[in-house]
């Protein structure tokens, strides 16, 4: 009998939970309980983190899930991780549905660097306005550079003090090039520091960045194990569709 869990919190994971739920297959999908009011999903929903590798495997014993859908984040590497541990360990099926990283097109100037710490070295010394479009957690290091004027996006409001001076804009996209265009004249934006997230939710800011001329500072994605990938729904649903006849 199949039982799926997916790993959600993208815009992938909830197109995939919507394929699932027409095809009236057994699934769960979940959330780490990032922010407040998650999207609803048309499956039975979990929010909040499992314990670790181990917790994982414990709840996949509880809930006899017989195969796991990686649908997080590219950056979440250590769900990622976590999944890997935790499907080898209890011997069940494991796909990751990973969109492809964005790539460089004619008129893109981007500085691609390898982690928040080198985005940081990256940014000039000369105060300019900097649009860190790199959500909540990991802005802390951009306090090293104090003079540049920060403009933030997250997705909820901040609940605790900001480490620098910035300006917050909240929302959750997906963006829209019209606006990103806008926010950026408005803004007078000179530098933009992105992760290379892929898929569609968070790519018009790359393209307004094209259109303007302005310098990205594009963090690569950390590295996985390897794993079984695919990048699109329908290869994941092919995935579940053919284990599932076969009875794995
Ligand atoms: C909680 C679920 C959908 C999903 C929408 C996608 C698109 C919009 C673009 C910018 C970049 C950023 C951030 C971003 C995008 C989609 C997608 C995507 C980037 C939600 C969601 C959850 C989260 C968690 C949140 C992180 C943050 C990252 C904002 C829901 C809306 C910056 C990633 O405050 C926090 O702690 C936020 C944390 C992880 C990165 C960070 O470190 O701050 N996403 N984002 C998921 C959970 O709890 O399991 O609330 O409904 C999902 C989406 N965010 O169904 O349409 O698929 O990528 N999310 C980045 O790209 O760097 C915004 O502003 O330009
Ligand atoms: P992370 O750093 O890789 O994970 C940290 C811990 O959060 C995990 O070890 C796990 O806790 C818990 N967790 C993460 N995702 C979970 C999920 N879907 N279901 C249950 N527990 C989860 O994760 P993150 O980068 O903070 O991402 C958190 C969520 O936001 C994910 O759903 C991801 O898809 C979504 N998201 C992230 C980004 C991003 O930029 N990172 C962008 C868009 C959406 P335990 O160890 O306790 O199990």
Redesign the pocket.
Known sequence: MTRALI????AD?SQLAAEIARAGLDAIY??????RAPADQPLPT????????D??AGYIRREAITHVID????????????AIEACASTATPLIALERAPWTKAPGDRWIEIADIEAAVAALPEAPANVFLA??R?HIAPFAGKPQHVYTLRFVDPPEAPLPFAAKVIVSRGPFTFEAELDMMRKRDIGWIVA?N?GGDGARAKIGAARTLGLPVIMISRPHLPDRHRVESVAEAMQWLRHRTCLGA
Request: glycine residues 26%; charged residues 15%.
């Open positions: 790993l959600g919190g993208t994971a979940s959330y780490g309980g990032r922010t979990r929010i909040g983190g499992f314990g670790g590798a917790g994982l649908a997080t984040h590219p950056f979440a590497a250590e769900m990622s991780r976590n790199i959500g957690q992760r997230s």
